[in-house]
């Protein structure tokens, strides 16, 4: 019988998919359960156990969107914003870009407190905006994964949100399970993320944890949430101790997630932040051995993504895909203000490996020697 | 290391997932790709190849969803439905049912054409209900998951639609793969399907495809459709030869879908609904034999999904909690006026198999005097 061709064994590191661990290869091999099985719902059950764990919180309301990381932020904002609710977009960056566009498609009145792509927001700034224009909700990303900075200061926004009787809904899809995200210390209203990046487990189901205050507005919304697939009521009552049909689930990604958020819990998450910030500086120091310095500052620069500057002296887009075909090695382009200035390196999860940084920079030093060479 | 334990080995006979075959299981543990690699987009590239030979149609947007069966049902009608829109849904059963229900939730104008669930549409009735009340849309379930039902004469009811200026979309879950169904032939704007029916995939990648008729509505469109995640105009373009970012793929599914794909091309279309009418026709057999009369009447049933109605001379739920338990065979019961009157049995993809339909009879025929033993 014909197969289909083996793809090459990549080395994966762009801004996700991250290098996935054999056991979770091996997990989403497993048979199929049906999505009401019992044997099923207790793997649900480990899953919405251990995702508290890694968003550090005690949320009722903890469970994984069927479907990648711009599903679980449809989430977020379908279940919060009823048609004229006003919105305040946090932007940095694409994915805050992403979120008042998505907002503006459910109807809310959009605000946007903007700051250059590589940047990140004052709360002060936040507060202030807040004070002259109230909104139902805040829009932030933790770890904008187009441009590699780190939002500091989340429990100093959460609380200014709170002020003004806002809700904070954060985006930590390139951060959880990389580098500390402390839901319940920094009170933040909800947040969600994807399987994919720093938790190492194929794409296709989405964190989302949602607090009291969220879970209270959602309560007084005076209209059914507009996407059926997306309503965390429902969801919350299929991804419950007495659970009711609600679609069926992606039964073998979440084999999948369980098995990395086992090797997740099992290796601690203050050992995988302490390693993936030792793996950032290995990168980091090659890179600026490479002449080629990063582009956000230490104390904003995100370990899980890197952004080195490009000289312009050399076709970044060959270069990446000579890295891409002769070496196997995927990393990304900057796009939009940062397309060709830019590259994005992730280090996530499994990807997130001195092994890995050594054969990049060693990958990398040939490259631009080739690259120059020819030049 | 701790291990996750294995599942049982399930014979999966319910309204879905189904079987998944040993060659989609392996390519499930394919290590990944990212999601522009030009070996992953040939993936892509190769199911929409083979959904339009499934789909049996030449449509051009024709790819899959990231999400289950509900999301590309969420993506037919987001993307055809602006506030106000007339729709006319037609319902025999909890799925037309549903989409009922999220045609409201975008807004629509939602006129309902009911009969009772295990019958089907009479074509002149749609006519008479369009000539009385224009839509811009209507919805029809060709087979019915929840009632075991198949609409006949999709052809005249296309024809009808299209009489009236109305757009025919038609859920295909439960059929695609397992039945004949075809889109060109039959004239039909839009339809969408679920991998892990009759395809026999793992859930996680929802085929559908838009006919010229439909793309030209979404043309017209004043506004964006309302969800960012199942706008098909951004899918298309990541969905081309010429791919943009729009989200990160599920991966893994992909790889999972296109083996699917492979051995339903492979067997050929023909020789498949054969396998499934014969199958379908052994399990009935032996149904009456066990005194469980089917349901619905042979025109208008389905090879794929049969529901045996229940004599109420034993508990039901019992049995197929024993049949789950003791044998490991999923089936599925009845839900809203069909509950404790009747099972649903799937016969779909890799399930329809005749070791297995003996092996689900003998191990009903022995629950069921087990049961009488004890009342």
Redesign the interface.
Known sequence: ????P?????L?L?P??S??HP?V???????????L????LS?LA?IRAMLRAVFQTQNDLTLAI??????A??AAL?NLIEPGDPMLACIQGYFGE?LA??GG???AQVARLEVPWGEVQDPSAIDASLAARPAKLVTLVHAETSTGALQPEIAEIAAACHRHGALLVLDVVTSLGGLPVEIDAWDVDLAYS?G?KSLSA???LSPITVGDRARAAMARRSS??????FDLQLLGQYWSDRPV?????????A??L??AL?LAV?EGLPARFKRHAANARLLWDGLERLDLPLLVPEPIRLPTLSTPRLPGTFDEAEIRRRL?LEQSI?IAGG?GPLAGKVWRIGLMGESSRSENVQRLLTALEDSMRGAVRRA
């Open positions: 019988m014909e197969r289909d083996s793809p090459s064994p990549r994966l762009g996700g998919p290098m996935v056991r290869l091996q997990a989403m091999a497993t048979p199929l359960l049906g999505h099985d019992p044997e099923f793997v480990d069927s479907g990648t990381g711009t599903a932020m449809e379908s992403r566009e998505m498609r459910y109807g994807a994919q194929p794409p296709g059914s949430p507009v996407v059926f697939y049909y609600h679609h069926t689930a992606p039964i073998s990604t084999f999948g369980r098995a086992r099992e891409l995927e796009f």
